[in-house]
């Protein structure tokens, strides 16, 4: 099989097309993404991170270029878009605003019973998707809306990972959320991708939500792919990032400036820990 | 898809149009859509064509964007086209099986599906030109003399505005809700049509959710800002007529003599 999940083509895509606020929201975007990976999709609000995910679902149709998945074009007439969707997970942005279910564990099987399991089986899946976000048993009997923003918000996850997608893409999962919340939120998606390997795109336009946990980043402005990298790399441009409203993680400044005062640091160390071992040594 | 809609959606552009008056455009495009009702005649509907598209062509929205308006009514103009041709009484023309075609009837299509048309236009190129806040303020402005009868002026243009200010913005967010729900492997368009109106409560439910939370904030922030209804109530930018509405009413008054001497003579 092919190595490749993903191929977007050369996607060009233009909202209100032949009016007078006509802008290219893509404008010749390609990339691959492989099985396993976690890509940050990085950029400054406006720049078509949003637009781009619906692409990968075949939500929007670009107005040239196309995407394989699995080898197969996903915009070709007669391709099951449907089902593609059970495959490739998209949680949109304040995922909370489209439930509408009286308990969670039915929110959560709407997902597995459009996808053709039967009762029985979609509430399986729902009962285990809602376990791999982390919720309590008690919240199964419960009125989504009675829960805190951040519990909605799993719940949201979790009718999505109940369809048990390969690809999940997550469009900004941490926007709204305080610091504690964010934290938690992120560790739930790198330990989904640790401990089941599913291959995980995390749309944000804040490094540091992904500097920690990307292998892979990707940045966008003004519909263009400027960058598609490893962090380490994505961020030796400093410079460039900020003119574009974007700025490297907090750990890169500070090593920097430590550097600049004479302190003999590596300035590639990203993470928090790494970080930390990193002026660790060089005070040692 | 939604989006296509624009009728209650203003496009920006200066223009001399744009920067009229909005009780002379009110005023103006209810004598124009009467006008089309009141008379017939090519030599009318030929007019009526005229002083639209020097309307149009003077507001500089584009005349493509203007067509894209008649979209949502393709389907009721042909309904009516075909429904006037195929059923009017007269010197029969063509008839083939059950159909008979007469001249009686395409004159009357033609007539009915010229006013439609028209009737659209002239109100899209009003909407399209006046915000709805200057729209809902000239309709306040015209209905004051029924506050003598303790009609709650102010209070229905308030309302009206407000409903005018959320069509888009539900509209965005029903379209958003769809595709959330599509995601997640929803289905609109297949099954019958119990099946397809059941697939639609789970856009239903987020949406007037979502709508309440809406109408609680903003009740909350005009409270805040101490908003009691209209008793006192100045305006930041009052209307006031200028020299240009002048003008624009002249040309109003002048096209309707013009049609009216049309019908009549011609
Ligand atoms: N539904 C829409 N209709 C018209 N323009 C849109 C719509 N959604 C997004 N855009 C425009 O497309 C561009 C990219 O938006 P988006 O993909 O939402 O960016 P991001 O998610 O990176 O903030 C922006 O200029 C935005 O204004
Ligand atoms: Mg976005």
Known sequence: ?284 | MIRDITLGQYYQADSVIHRLDPRTKLVGTMVYLVSLFIFTGPWVFVTAASFLLLCVFLSRVPFSYMLKGLKPILFILMFTLVINMLFTKGTVLFSWWKFTITEEGLKQAGAMGFRLVLLILGSNLMTLTTTPTRLTNAMEHLMRPLKLIRVPVHEIAMMMSIALRFIPILLEETDRIMKAQLARGADFESGNLIKKTKSLVPVLIPLFISAFRRANDLAMAMEARCYHGGKGRTQYKPLKYKGRDFVAYFMVIIYLAGVILIGKFL
């Open chain 1, 1 to 284: 099989m092919n190595e490749y999940k993903l191929i977007a083509d050369h996607l060009i895509y233009e909202y209100n097309k032949g009016s007078a606020q006509a802008r290219k929201a893509l404008d010749d975007v390609s990339f691959v993404l492989r099985g396993g990976e976690f890509v940050g999709l990085i950029g400054h609000t406006g720049s078509g991170k949003s637009t781009l995910v619906q692409h990968l679902v075949a939500l929007l149709k670009p107005d040239s270029g196309t995407i394989y998945y699995e080898g197969a074009d996903i915009f070709e007439k007669d391709y099951n878009r449907k089902a593609l969707r059970g495959k490739v997970g998209l949680v949109f942005q304040y995922p909370e605003y489209q439930l509408f279910e009286e308990t969670v564990l039915s929110e959560v099987s709407y997902g597995p019973k459009n996808m053709g399991m039967d009762k029985k089986d979609a509430e399986l899946a729902a009962y285990a998707a809602i376990k791999r976000v982390g919720l309590e048993d008690e919240c199964f009997d419960q009125s989504p809306f009675d829960l805190s923003g951040g519990q909605k918000r799993r719940v949201a996850i979790a009718s999505v990972l109940a369809m048990n997608p390969e690809i999940l893409v997550l469009d900004e999962p941490t926007a709204g959320l305080d610091p504690a919340g964010r934290t938690e939120l992120l560790d739930m998606i790198t330990e989904l991708k640790e401990t089941e390997g599913i291959t995980i795109v995390l749309v944000s336009h804040s490094m540091d939500d992904v500097a920690e946990v990307a292998n892979r980043i990707i940045v966008m402005d003004k519909g263009k792919i400027v960058y598609d990298a490893e962090p380490v790399e994505v961020f030796r441009h400093t410079a460039e990032l900020e003119a574009m409203g974007l700025a490297a993680p907090q750990m890169s400044y500070v090593l920097r400036d430590l550097k600049a005062a004479g302190i003999d640091v590596n300035v590639d160390a990203i993470t928090l820990k790494a970080a930390k071992e990193e002026i660790l040594r060089a005070l040692a």
